[in-house]
Nanobody
Framework: QVQLVESGGGLVQAGGSLRLSCAAS????????MGWYRQAPGKQRELVAT???????NYADSVKGRFTISRDIPKNTVYLQMNNLKPEDTAVYYC??????????WGQGTQVTVSS
């Protein structure tokens, strides 16, 4: 059973920065894709950013140029650096990992709140 543990959320003013971490119980390169999703109150969960086994990254249009996904393979950790945060970035952020066979796991989520 894979475990994903997020950390790094909190309260920040608009224009500020946060770095989220997702520690995986297995090697991050053993997954086909790892990523970050978010869910704001009353809204559906949406993709924020992903990183593939080969290191290719993908971002939602709303965060391009502000957020960066990266990984530390020896530490089995994926990061989401969030800069120039906006109130509309407020949400619970979830880490996700999936395999090429379609098996996936979610972390417990970490709250990010951006005040105006």
């Amino acid at each position: 059973q894979v475990q994903l543990v997020e950390s790094g959320g909190g309260l920040v003013q608009a224009g500020g920065s946060l770095r989220l971490s997702c520690a995986a119980s297995g090697s991050v390169v053993s997954f086909n894709v790892m990523g970050w999703y978010r869910q704001a109150p009353g809204k559906q969960r949406e993709l924020v950013a992903t990183i593939s086994t080969g290191g290719s990254t993908n971002y939602a249009d709303s965060v391009k140029g502000r957020f960066t996904i990266s990984r530390d393979i020896p530490k089995n950790t994926v990061y989401l650096q969030m800069n120039n945060l906006k109130p509309e970035d407020t949400a619970v952020y979830y880490c996700n990992a999936n395999t090429i066979k379609g098996v996936y796991w979610w972390g417990q989520g970490t709250q990010v709140t951006v005040s105006s």
